[in-house]
C-alpha cells in the first residue's frame, strides 16, 4: 500500500520565522510530488517535483525533492500571518496506465502575528 | 475555462437518507478522483474513475457508497442510507496523467 507521511503534524511560529516541512513515501512506480495548500476550503496547487525537475521556487516558497531518501521539504522564508494554512503533500504513482494520487495528512501551519 | 465544479456545496441529509454529490473535471480531464476529509484530519482517497471505469476503488468503504463517472454527464458519488459517521467534507479532483489535479471546493455533508 502506497503511504505518504508529513511532520510534523502541525506547527505554531511567529511572522518572519522560517518553516520547514516535510514529507516522505513509500510508493511503487513513483512519477510525482506535489504540494497543495489548504485554507478553508479547496487545496490549492503549490508545485509538483518530479525526476526532472527536483526543485522549485515561487517567491518565499522553495521545494526540493530527494528521491533517495524519498522524501521533500517545502520551505517557507518570511512567514506571514497569510500563510497559515493546511499544508499537503501527495505522491503521484504508476497503476498500469493509470495514475494515483495518495495523500498525506497534512502540516497545520499557525503563523502568529 | 471553469474549473472543477461541484455541487451542491452544503447538503444536509437526515439518517437512512441517500447522498449525491456531483463533481464536473475541468474541461478535457478524462480523470477524476474522490477524498473524503473527516475532521482533524488529512484527505483520503477514495476512488479514482475515468469515463465509465472505475480504475481504483480501493479506499471506498465496502458498503452503502458507490461512484459512477458516466460517459455524458458529471461524477457522482453516492452514499446510501447515511449515518453521523458519514459527515465529512468531500472532495473531488481532475486531471490528465503526469499533470497536477485540480481541485473542486468541496460538498459538506452533514447528517443529523
Known amino acids: 500500500e502506497d503511504k505518504v507521511v508529513q511532520s510534523p503534524l502541525s506547527l505554531v511560529v511567529h511572522e518572519g520565522d522560517t518553516v520547514t516541512l516535510n514529507c516522505s513515501y513509500e510508493?511503487?512506480?513513483?512519477?510525482?510530488l506535489l504540494w497543495y495548500k489548504q485554507e478553508k476550503k479547496a487545496p490549492t496547487f503549490l508545485f509538483m517535483l518530479t525526476s526532472s525537475g527536483i526543485e522549485k521556487k515561487s517567491g518565499r516558497l522553495s521545494s526540493i525533492l530527494d528521491k533517495k531518501e524519498l522524501s521533500s521539504i517545502l520551505n517557507i522564508t518570511a512567514t506571514q500571518t497569510g500563510d497559515s494554512a493546511i499544508y499537503l503533500c501527495a505522491v503521484e504513482a504508476l497503476t498500469g496506465a493509470n495514475s494515483k494520487l495518495t495523500f498525506g495528512k497534512g502540516i497545520t501551519l499557525s503563523v502568529r502575528p | 475555462n471553469a474549473g472543477v465544479m461541484q455541487n451542491p456545496r452544503h447538503l444536509v441529509r437526515r439518517r437512512g437518507q441517500e447522498a449525491r454529490l456531483r463533481c464536473s473535471p475541468m474541461?478535457?480531464?478524462?480523470?477524476v478522483y474522490w477524498y473524503r476529509q473527516l475532521p482533524e484530519e488529512g484527505l483520503k482517497f477514495m476512488v479514482y474513475l475515468q469515463k465509465e471505469n472505475i480504475i481504483d476503488e480501493s479506499g471506498m468503504p465496502k458498503e452503502r457508497f458507490s461512484a459512477e463517472f458516466p460517459k455524458e454527464g458529471p461524477s457522482i458519488l453516492r452514499i446510501q442510507q447515511v449515518v453521523r459517521g458519514d459527515s465529512a467534507a468531500y472532495f473531488c479532483a481532475s486531471s490528465t496523467p503526469g499533470q497536477k489535479a485540480f481541485f473542486g471546493q468541496g460538498t459538506r455533508l452533514t447528517v443529523v
Open positions: 510508493v511503487t512506480n513513483f512519477r510525482s
Open positions: 474541461k478535457g480531464h478524462s480523470h
